[in-house]
């Protein structure tokens, strides 16, 4: 095949005729510009990022809840062929949405959600985006499948790539937590850890996809397909509250990709009736050590500067958001906001997730529970109306942030007087 490809508007792949199911192009964020399927993320006119453009068939609630308990339930949704299931995949997706009384009364929040996304296959929301970008790479033919990664997308690549027999690299900062190096390179012989911080790798990897053929870095050259699985969250959030739309979600920003699909996926469930067309505001959550988005956003300005990361949320430290400016326009819009937590108000917040509720999340998680907890705080959530907050990844991964915080309450000696002694009821 002719690689995939930088941003060329010239293929000679193949392209099977149904391999992306009811899209039809790719449009360009910025300029409306509409160019064919293919392995391509910027518009050849003015380089501006490029999405999936669909013509949606008719579509009823019993048909997708017809389909497998799994992102593929979604499949007319979705850049994606009509036997994607039989392809071998990780099948993510329907995780649990669980009421979060607890911590609702913990905020004074009345109605409380969490999407808990740590129970997909590698313990992340990532495995949704890699799915899609797997299908699509595969139809156009890579042969190697990459990613510059933050820690959780490297866990998804390698994982995927071994159930589908495919050859896979992922590029890592060095620093990474070792729980989430391990959970890649138990799955690749190939992780790569790049001394640098993930703005670094990330420029690396499009070097390397614009030297190297048949490599597809799925959040690169094949981003606009990887982007569309994060509308699955959206759709499955609709679905699982009895389709309708919450009226506030708050989910947490690193390049901010996930934001601006989830707000899609309500948008499409409105345009196609499935749900009730209603007003909900869209919060954006990041830490203080990375936190471009929310500068911007209560600096009242539309530029994001970029930013050195320094957070112990290493999963959003992108200091160079790519989607960033929509964030911004889908908070503003909304009536939402992006608002921002310290390093240990997020440790505090993981703790918090798990007493009440009891679930661990990862710093992410911590951040998105941090700013939650903030928003009400501030006013600029309304603890009446119904709220959601995803938890992105699993705190199995991110230990060392909350080593300190938790422990044997005591060491004793195995008799009932020590056990008395030590005061513990
Ligand atoms: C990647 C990631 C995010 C954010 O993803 P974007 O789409 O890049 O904003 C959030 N949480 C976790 C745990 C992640 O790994
Ligand atoms: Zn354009």
């Known amino acids: 095949m002719s690689a995939v490809e930088n941003h060329g ?72 062929p009509d036997d994607i299931e039989q392809s071998p995949n990780m099948e993510p997706g329907f995780t649990r949405l669980l009421r979060a009384n607890n911590l609702g009364t913990a905020l004074g929040i009345e109605n409380l959600w969490v999407k808990d996304d740590s129970t997909n296959p590698t313990n992340s929301f990532k495995d949704r985006v890699v799915a899609c970008a797997l299908s699509a790479a595969t139809e156009f033919g890579a042969k190697v499948f990459a990613c510059p990664s933050t820690g959780n997308l490297a866990n998804a690549v390698a994982a995927a790539g071994a159930r589908a027999g495919v050859k896979t690299v992922v590029f890592i900062p060095s620093d990474l937590e070792t729980p989430k190096q391990v959970n890649s390179a138990v799955y690749t012989d190939s992780l790569v850890a790049v ?6 790798v990330n420029r690396l990897a499009s070097e390397i996809a614009g030297e ?36 506030q979600i708050v989910i947490p920003v690193a390049s901010g990709s996930q934001l601006t699909k989830v707000d899609k996926a309500f948008q499409e469930l409105i345009s196609l009736g499935l749900v009730e067309d209603k ?36 999963s959003l430290a992108i200091g160079n958001p790519a989607d960033g400016i929509y964030v911004l326009d889908i908070c ?15 440790r505090e917040a993981i703790v918090l997730l798990a007493r009440t509720e009891g679930i661990f999340t990862e710093t992410a ?9 903030k928003l009400v705080e501030s006013g600029q959530l309304d603890p009446a109306l119904d709220t ?35 005061n513990i009821v």
């Open 332 to 346: 503003r819009r909304t009536g939402g906001a992006v608002e921002d937590v310290s390093d240990d108000q997020v």
């Open 388 to 422: 959601v907050v995803i938890n992105t990844g699993h705190g199995l991964k991110t230990l060392d942030a909350i080593v300190d915080r938790v422990g044997a309450r005591a060491t004793i000696a195995p008799s009932y007087d020590a056990f008395v002694a030590a």
């Open 365 to 373: 998680g911590g951040t998105t529970v941090g700013v939650l907890k």
């Open 9 to 80: 508007s010239t293929t000679e792949t193949k392209i099977r005729e149904d391999a992306f199911g009811n899209a039809t192009g790719l449009a360009c964020r910025e300029c409306g510009n509409k160019i064919e399927l293919g392995p391509h993320y910027a518009c050849p006119e003015c380089f501006g990022p490029l999405e999936i453009a669909y013509d949606f068939p008719a579509l009823t609630r019993e048909e997708i809840e017809a389909g497998p308990r799994n992102i593929w339930r979604y499949k007319a949704l979705l850049p994606v």
């Open 195 to 200: 001394d640098g911080n993930y703005d670094d």
């Open 279 to 314: 007003e909900y505001r869209v919060f954006g959550a990041q830490s203080q050590g990375c936190s471009p988005v929310s500068v911007a956003y209560k600096g009242g300005v539309d530029a994001i500067r970029p930013v050195k990361p320094n957070t112990i949320a290493k």
């Open 212 to 247: 190297e053929d048949g490599w597809a870095f799925v959040n690169v050259n094949v981003r606009p397909y990887y982007a569309e699985g994060s509308k699955t969250l959206g759709y499955e959030i609709a679905e699982q509250l009895g389709w309708r739309l919450p009226d």
